[in-house]
């Protein structure tokens, strides 16, 4: 079945420092990729998407890349904020089907300090 | 536009009492997902509503999970009895039903005593 593996956290960054956190997944289809984001006492959020290969994803300094080859799709950011601390969640739905269902990695915590 | 909206935010109950959620997704979305997020997971599919017809519940623990989405829009999700292993956060979300436009509600954390 299909499963999202994401870098075990917690991670502490000093503020304006580059930040990255690796996913890697395996689908019986042809996915689709997503990073979530959650903050204290919020729901998911949806951070970046990417649909095919090679496409990247973008939003709020943030980016990541859809790697077929490596079956990866690593978050990145080059200068993090405090208030960039949250849960991020890598993602998949297996577009191969019509089951829209996503399936989640079990989350990285970012905490970033001043 | 409004997002989805749950309730109750917050619900602490004693073990083997039944307990119901609430969720009123975004206007016109006809896709309806229940979720259950255990503490340090990520989320977990429970049921996926097309309209009011649930298309995807194999992950629902029937034996006390039920669930319902009356004329295709608000659902209620309900655990009864519930047991101290439910303790989790139990997200709602919609989409227009491309799949990838979902949006998620903020949750009910329960708790089981």
């Known amino acids: 079945g299909d499963s999202v593996t994401q870098m075990e956290g917690p991670v502490t960054l000093s503020e304006e420092a580059f930040l990255t956190i690796n996913c890697t997944y395996t689908?019986?289809?042809?996915?689709?990729l997503f990073w979530y984001v959650q903050y204290p006492g919020e729901g998911l959020q949806l951070l970046l998407k990417a649909t095919k290969a090679d496409d990247k994803g973008s939003n709020k300094g943030f980016e990541a890349t859809y790697r077929k080859e490596t079956t990866s799709f690593h978050l990145e950011k080059g200068s993090v904020q405090v208030s960039d601390s949250a849960v991020y969640f890598c993602a998949l739905v297996d577009s191969g089907g019509s089951n829209y269902k996503l399936t989640f990695g079990k989350g990285t915590l970012l905490t970033v300090n001043p | 536009e409004a997002g989805v909206v749950q309730s109750p935010r917050y619900k602490i109950i004693e073990k083997k009492q039944p307990v119901a959620f609430w969720c009123n997704p975004i206007?016109?979305?006809?896709?309806l997902y229940w979720y259950r997020q255990n503490l340090g997971q990520g989320p977990e599919l429970l049921i996926r509503?097309?309209?009011?017809?649930?298309?995807?519940d194999s992950q629902l623990p029937k034996d006390r999970f039920s669930a319902e989405r009356l004329k295709g829009v608000d659902s209620t999700l309900k655990i009864q009895p519930a047991e101290l292993g439910d303790s989790a956060v139990y997200l709602c979300a919609s989409s227009s039903g491309t799949g990838y436009g979902y949006t998620f509600g903020s949750g009910t954390r329960l708790t089981v005593v």
């Open positions: 206007s016109g979305h006809n896709t």
């Open positions: 509503y097309e309209n009011e017809e649930a298309v995807d």
């Open positions: 689908a019986t289809g042809y996915p689709s």
